[in-house]
């Protein structure tokens, strides 16, 4: 397992990892494995045992279900700097989605077991899962919220955030190569999401490819938040 010094900053930053101590970060990552996967990789179905719970390092992968007409709807679009799947270690301990890699993706997959037994005997980790686990609810509240009280050009802006490091002033996000998951991911259509794009060049954000470029991220935030200047 190989873990460079900016893959031990993105899971420090993880609220489920967030202030513990060094030791038991190793002893949680100990028996973790560093995997690349192509793009198209499927990396768990819906029903399967939850075995593992993952950090991506790099990439971009999408969590789904299927219709019973084989219809696919986007529940959700991790990427670098997230984790998923951790909550699939409790209750009936299954995965409840399919998640496949939608970019080459490297991923730190973390075995469930050792980490329900730390759990057991480290109150502050399962304060941290706890944590974590409110924020996701706040953020699927959030969106919820979302489709009915914001533009689209606001709601691409949101999720375009979750990737702006808060440290810095400016930021490149390099998206999927299918932006129509994104677009199904914020409950709109590609062309929509397209006429959202064109919008935040106001703001100073810029498509080249599949990069985006983020001039300046207080600016994007305002216009997220409805600032009356925008």
């Known amino acids: 397992m190989s873990i460079s010094?900016?893959?031990?900053?993105?899971?420090?930053?993880?609220?489920?990892?967030?202030?513990?101590?060094?030791?038991?970060?190793?002893?949680?990552?100990?028996?973790?494995i560093v995997r690349t996967h192509p793009r198209g990789t499927v990396l768990f179905v819906q029903g399967d045992p939850s075995t593992h719970f993952f950090v991506i390092f790099s990439g971009w992968v999408k969590l789904y279900?299927?219709?019973e007409k084989g219809d696919e709807a986007i529940v959700e679009i991790f990427g670098t700097g997230e984790s998923f799947a951790e909550g699939a270690m409790h209750g009936a301990g299954k995965y409840p989605v399919?998640?496949?890699?939608?970019?080459?993706?490297?991923?730190?997959?973390?075995p469930t077991d050792a980490f329900r037994n730390m759990i057991k005997s480290a109150p502050e980790l399962a304060i941290n899962m706890l944590g974590s686990m409110a924020i996701r609810l706040k953020s699927f509240v959030r969106r919820t919220e979302q489709s009915h009280t914001k533009s689209a050009a606001q709601r691409v802006a949101s999720f375009l955030l979750k990737f702006c490091p808060a440290d810095r002033s400016a930021a490149t996000i390099h998206l999927p190569y299918d932006k129509m998951l994104i677009a199904g991911r914020l409950g709109m259509k590609p062309e929509t999401f397209s006429r959202a794009m064109a919008k935040l060049r106001e703001v100073g954000t810029q498509t080249e490819g599949h990069d985006v470029h983020v001039s300046d991220v207080e600016a994007l935030r305002?216009?997220?938040?409805?600032?009356?200047?925008?």
């Open 65 to 67: 279900r299927l219709s």
């Open 222 to 230: 305002e216009f997220e938040e409805g600032a009356e200047r925008w």
């Open 98 to 110: 399919f998640a496949e890699t939608v970019s080459e993706c490297r991923l730190l997959e973390i």
């Open 5 to 32: 010094n900016e893959d031990m900053l993105r899971l420090r930053a993880l609220p489920l990892f967030s202030g513990l101590p060094e030791d038991m970060i190793q002893r949680l990552i100990g028996n973790a």
